[in-house]
């Protein structure tokens, strides 16, 4: 007789027994599946109706933070806005800066002057504004005026009579003393001759004999040849030597005549010009009354008259060298009197407001430019100081890109700096960054600006923890929010929004059903039935894209197939890495069953992110258990491919069954658990329950269904918590399922927690509504497990003690 085989306790497929499970209590109705927005939800009939505002919508909180920061005007009131890109943080700034614009504000002009008493160091003049390129012009006007006016004073008739009779006075009295030296000289029976000395003349005096000069090398000839004696020859000597000191002296007078004639042609010329040059100086002191500009004319005036002759080019001599060559002499240009405008606010009525798309160093600071002279020397002067952005932005508002202005070298050491003194030094950046010195250190300016820097949360908080100077000069942050409460207000807020950008860029008219349709996607993009987006720039996007389906289409109205087709082609674009592991798992490559059930082996659902676009997609989960110490195995976690976060869904597991199954015994368990074909890591815990599930079954011995899919993290009490991207992990397994045909039991648990998170696809509802596909929302473990199952829960867990008792009592028994 043959002995009956007993069917092996862990078959790969088995079909799934009568379920004895009421799922319609779990099954989450169809129209929960997704907000929907009718037109009686807009109370229009047609956006004829609708009015379009420019109010900033869904920030509130961050427009109250900027408005304190902006008006704020005390020390250290900077703002740091964060908030996800797309939020609108540079278009609600540009906004609410262009309302402060609007209000008049005392604006000032900033010049650059040279410093007479420190040339390297010029000095800053600071005029009302519209003054500051009115002062160039005069200081221009001024030396023209010089230049035309000097020249005539010295030509004119008083001047050169009074002149002639100063040089006449003074040449006659040299005339006297040198006659009367030479008549001294003659008695002495000596006379005065002119010698030559290299390329000029010099005085000297010699002894007459026979009528004629005589030098002493000649009278040693004399001497020597016996035509003379030789104390006769040092009679002639003392005599001259005496002479020459009486000569020293003379030629000491006439250098005393010389100063005293040119100090009394200096005050002569004084006595001309000063009158002129004081009525051009006086017009300009009326005119700009600062002190520093009083201070600087009154310097100008001191130079003008200690230089006159500069004003006079005809008397200049020309420079010769040592060799005699006639040197070219540079055009004077007057650089001491020119004035450099590095701010000028004349076209400003309100406060000034930049927005630097490009913060180098040399455009937020400004720089001092160097030239190559005709020399090839590298040279500069204050009219080469250039402002920057912070400069120009005084007495207003400056917004810059956080990340940009961290990584543009010396950027953000510069920028404390300057916030924290209120105050600028124009340098060139190597200067600032390579320590290297300036020829030029011109005066700082003090500021009065409001920067607001746009970053995200990340870049806050590092400078938040790492710098100090940080939280002392950023006092103010607005956080922009990703969304806002989906209630009346904010649904006239979006009709608004789309009536605005339609009539701002010239788009086709909205139809009440592309309303409807674009205010669900916004929903969509919130995540949550009960918020709406606040990411304008990329809903923007879908309304230009929705208005060129339309034009495709040569429709007169935006309608919601046109909103459909915007959202899917723009998926469309982005979802090749999608539509490869959807092959994949349709040739095999990638193991997924969707019928039939298997011991130990769930669906998990998982989001993979790519950047620019997120999709869900299933993953096999198995799990092996057997006697043992080890205890659960997170297979992932000892390859070094499992997270944080996932490790401590594991973790929990553990809890939960130490908690469930080991109150009266050890657990004596070894559970190794695996995401299968996984080769780029897992994190979050959002598998913790399908682990759970998979651990009960192979405990149990009684199947999973393959045709469901599950997502879900557990607590140590085995209630199931809220998970993320729950839409696209329900619609990454329909679509598997769609590709393999619906069978009308597949399905997904999900927590039941995240009911106002859904927003699925159309057709996933269109699906459900016909009962092709399932949606399960549970709240424990013990109602998924049912599901998956068809068995009770206390079934289930009757099956795992009884499992668990007899590891416990064959690992005593073996020494356990």
Request: net charge neutral.
């Amino acid at each position: 007789m043959a002995k009956k085989q007993k069917s092996p306790r862990r078959a790969k497929h088995v079909i799934a027994k009568t379920i004895r499970v009421d799922k319609s209590r779990y099954e989450i109705p169809v129209e929960q599946l997704r907000w929907h927005c009718t037109p009686h939800d807009l109370g229009i009939n047609s956006m004829d109706q609708v009015q379009p505002s420019k109010e900033i919508i869904g920030q509130d909180r961050a427009l109250r933070a900027l408005r304190v920061g902006l008006e704020m005007l005390r020390y250290g009131y900077n703002v740091f806005v964060t908030g996800s890109a797309g939020t609108g943080r540079t278009t609600t700034i540009k906004r609410l800066l262009h309302e402060y614009e609007q209000q008049t504000a005392v604006l000032t002009d900033k010049c650059y002057v040279h410093n007479f008493h420190d040339p390297d160091s010029p000095l800053m003049i600071t005029l009302p504004a519209g003054q500051g390129v009115s002062f160039r012009k005069d200081m221009g006007t001024l030396v023209s005026e010089l230049l035309k006016g000097v020249p005539a004073l010295f030509e004119s008739r008083r001047y050169q009579e009074q002149r002639k009779s100063l040089l006449e006075h003074f040449q006659s009295r040299q005339r006297s003393v040198l006659k009367d030296f030479e008549k001294r000289v003659k008695d002495k029976g000596f006379e005065v001759v002119q010698v030559q000395s290299g390329p000029s003349m010099r005085p000297e005096i010699a002894p007459v004999i026979d009528g004629s000069p005589t030098s002493v090398e000649q009278l040693q000839v004399k001497v020597d040849a016996g035509e003379m004696q030789q104390s006769e020859l040092n009679n002639l000597l003392a005599i001259q030597a005496g002479m020459e000191g009486q000569m020293d002296l003379v030629m000491r007078e006439m250098r005393n005549i010389e100063r005293r004639a040119k100090k009394s042609l200096d005050e002569l010329t004084h006595k001309i010009v000063v009158p002129f040059v004081e009525e051009l100086l006086d017009d300009l002191k009326s005119k700009y009354t600062t002190e520093r500009a009083t201070q600087y004319l009154n310097d100008v005036k001191k130079d003008v008259l200690e230089n006159v002759q500069r004003f006079n080019p005809r008397e200049e001599q020309p420079q010769t060298s040592l060799l005699g060559i006639q040197m070219h002499k540079d055009d004077d240009s007057f650089l001491e009197y020119q004035v450099n405008v590095i701010v000028d606010n004349s076209e400003e009525k309100g406060p000034p407001v930049i927005i630097e798309t490009n913060p180098r160093y040399k455009n937020l600071f400004g720089t001092i430019e160097r030239m190559i002279d005709r020399n090839g020397i590298w040279r500069t002067d204050f009219t080469h100081i250039k402002a920057g952005s912070l400069v120009n932005a005084d007495g207003g508002y400056l917004v810059i890109n956080a990340v940009d202005a961290l990584t543009e070298p010396g950027v953000w050491p510069t920028l404390k700096r300057v916030l924290r003194n209120s105050q600028i030094e124009i340098q060139p950046l190597e200067t600032s960054i390579f320590g290297s010195s300036s020829a030029l250190k011109p005066e700082p300016i003090d500021l009065n600006v409001k920067v607001v820097m746009i970053g995200d949360a990340y870049v806050y908080h590092v400078l938040y923890e790492m710098d100090d100077d940080f939280k002392k000069i950023f006092k103010i942050r607005a956080d922009f929010e990703n969304e806002m409460p989906n209630d009346q207000k904010s649904l006239t807020s979006y009709v608004s929004f789309i009536k605005r950008l339609c009539d701002e860029e010239k788009l086709r008219s909205f139809e009440l059903s592309g309303v409807t349709e674009f205010i669900e996607y916004g929903v969509r993009l919130a995540g949550d039935q009960k918020k709406l987006s606040t990411r304008f720039s990329m809903l923007a996007d879908i309304i230009r894209e929705a208005d060129y389906w339309a034009k495709k289409e040569e429709a007169a109205q935006i309608t919601g197939i046109h909103i459909r087709k915007a959202i899917d082609e723009r998926i469309e674009r982005v979802k090749m890495v999608e539509e490869k592991i959807q092959e994949m798992i349709l040739d095999g490559s990638i193991m997924i069953d969707t019928e039939g059930a298997v011991v130990g082996q769930v669906n998990g659902l998982s989001v993979l992110d790519v950047h620019d676009y997120a999709f869900g997609k299933p993953s096999r989960i198995t799990v092996k258990t057997a006697m043992g110490r080890a205890g659960i195995i997170n297979i992932e976690r000892e390859a070094d491919m499992s997270g944080p976060s996932h490790n401590k869904g594991v973790l929990i597991l553990g809890g939960y069954l130490r908690h469930k199954y080991a109150q009266d015994k050890p657990l004596v368990l070894s559970a190794s658990i695996a995401f299968e074909q996984s080769y780029s890591g897992v994190d979050g815990d959002s598998a913790s329950s399908t682990e759970v599930y998979a651990i009960l079954s192979s405990l149990s011995g009684v199947p999973i269904r393959q045709d469901l899919a599950v997502t879900g993290s557990v607590n140590q009490n085995g209630e199931v918590q809220v998970i993320g991207g729950v839409n696209l992990k329900i619609e990454g397994f329909f679509d598997v399922c769609k590709a393999r045909g619906l069978t009308g039991t597949q399905g997904v648990i999900m927590p039941h927690g995240n009911l106002n998170d859904l927003m699925l696809r159309h057709d996933i509802v269109d699906a459900v509504r016909e009962k092709k596909f399932h949606i399960y929302g549970v709240r424990t473990i013990d109602e998924g497990i049912a599901l998956l199952t068809g068995k009770p829960a206390g079934e289930i867990h009757k099956l795992v003690n009884a499992q668990l008792t007899k590891f416990m009592k064959r690992h005593k028994k073996l020494g356990g």
